[in-house]
């Protein structure tokens, strides 16, 4: 009756996905859900109540990899060209912010431990780590597995605070040197950050999904003959499509899929604990310790070395540049929220959401869709 079944398996998962959720929520979301679910998944198997193997019995992770893809195709295409060249000081500062992280971390943890940790710890999203993941699982590197899997779930318990007070220092800035709301953003109230006003098709799940599938095999294709990563493929197909009209933003509704996708992907990510047994995890605290470190260090630098060369102001600069531990859509959320609490003017409101939220989510799609899945594409060759 208590068999580690498919069902059961599955059944599980999505138990510890929920108290994750639940905890959580109870803890104004000071804990990730996911990081709540992964310690109870990594106790439950040291306590022998769950077998290491649960996630793979469950059968979630058969189609993760086309998952990631679906996920990072709607990246793309949820990406707007005219409105990051519009913001094109957001995107040199994000981009600059990017790649000195990228060369300050691996100088200081390839120096500290190796190559494969350096590229293993490397800012990215959850796209990025399943990447680093599948790589190092298939080389059976376990501590950069767990490294990668700590780090996605631990980092925003770092992040989210830091850029909580400088989005909230930014914004109380702003009100006290009076916010010009201009007569634009009185007739466009209803307009969301980040969006480009086109308006959204409606069409079958069916025929959503074909338009993933044709985006993914066409990637895949191209990796067979070129050799680069089919997620790169993935995200400038999706832009690409969209331009042309195959894709559009709102397909990943359309599709119907999404909460299945984001089931496999944190699959994915919950998978990188099972092979953590008690003395691995704490062999690996350090050196996680030590990535996050780093990373703030290098965002501190960035924003103030280049934040005031672009006209930002320091807090602004910090925000943009922190971007690159955030990501979409936590950036959004996060900047949209506090301006909501600390703002009651909706004009007010939308200005600031404009400035400050759109800013935000331009400078985490440089850095943590663009930039990071290119890059580790290229980079997870690596790992060997």
């Known amino acids: 009756m208590f068999e580690f079944d498919v069902i059961q398996c599955g059944m599980l998962i999505l138990f510890l996905m929920v108290l994750g959720e639940i905890v959580s929520h109870r803890m104004k979301a000071a ?31 058969h ?27 957001v995107v040199a500062l994000a981009a600059i912010s990017y790649f000195v992280q990228i060369a300050t971390m691996v100088l200081v943890i390839s120096t500290l431990y190796d190559r494969n940790l350096a590229i293993g710890s490397l800012p990215g999203g959850a ?22 899997a ?33 007569e634009a953003a009185r007739t466009d109230l209803n307009s969301e950050p980040g969006t480009s006003g086109k308006e959204f098709r409606t069409e079958s799940a069916y025929m959503a999904l074909f ?25 400038l197909l999706g832009v690409l499509l969209t331009k042309v009209g ?21 699959t994915m990510a919950l998978e990188g604990f099972s092979s953590a047994t008690p003395e691995l995890f704490m062999k690996m605290m350090v050196p996680m310790v030590c990535v996050l470190s780093v990373e703030v260090l290098s965002v501190t630098l960035n924003s103030f070395l280049f ?13 943009i540049c922190l971007n690159v531990m955030v990501g979409f859509p936590l950036n959004m959320m996060l900047a949209q929220d506090i301006i909501g609490f600390l703002v009651k003017d909706p004009y007010e409101k939308e200005v600031l959401n404009r400035e400050i939220a759109t800013r935000m989510v331009i400078a985490g799609f440089t850095s943590v869709t663009f930039l990071s899945t290119i890059t580790m594409g290229v980079l997870v060759g690596f790992i060997n």
């Open 127 to 148: 796209s990025v780590a399943l990447m680093v993941q599948e790589r190092a699982r298939s080389l059976g590197y376990d501590n950069v597995v767990l490294l990668s």
């Open 246 to 266: 195959f894709l559009y933003k709102n397909i990943m509704d359309q599709s119907k899929s999404q909460g299945m996708l984001m089931l496999m992907m944190m």
């Open 63 to 89: 189609l993760t990899s086309i998952a990631m893809m679906f996920v990072i195709i709607n990246m793309g295409a949820s990406t707007n060209p005219k409105e990051l060249l519009e913001n094109w000081k």
């Open 211 to 235: 338009r993933f599938f044709f985006t993914a095999w066409l990637a895949s294709r191209l990796e067979m003959a070129t050799g680069v990563s089919r997620y790169v493929f993935c995200l």
């Open 307 to 319: 934040g005031r060369f672009f006209g930002f102001s320091r807090e602004m600069s910090y925000a």
């Open 31 to 61: 804990i990730p859900a996911i990081l709540v679910s992964a310690l109870f998944y990594m106790g439950a198997v040291w306590a022998g109540i769950f077998p290491n193997t649960l996630v793979q019995t469950s059968g979630l992770t």
């Open 150 to 182: 700590m780090l996605l779930s631990v980092k925003g318990l770092v992040s989210c605070p830091l850029a909580s007070v400088i989005v909230r220092r930014e914004v109380k800035r702003r009100k006290k040197e009076g916010i010009i709301v201009p």
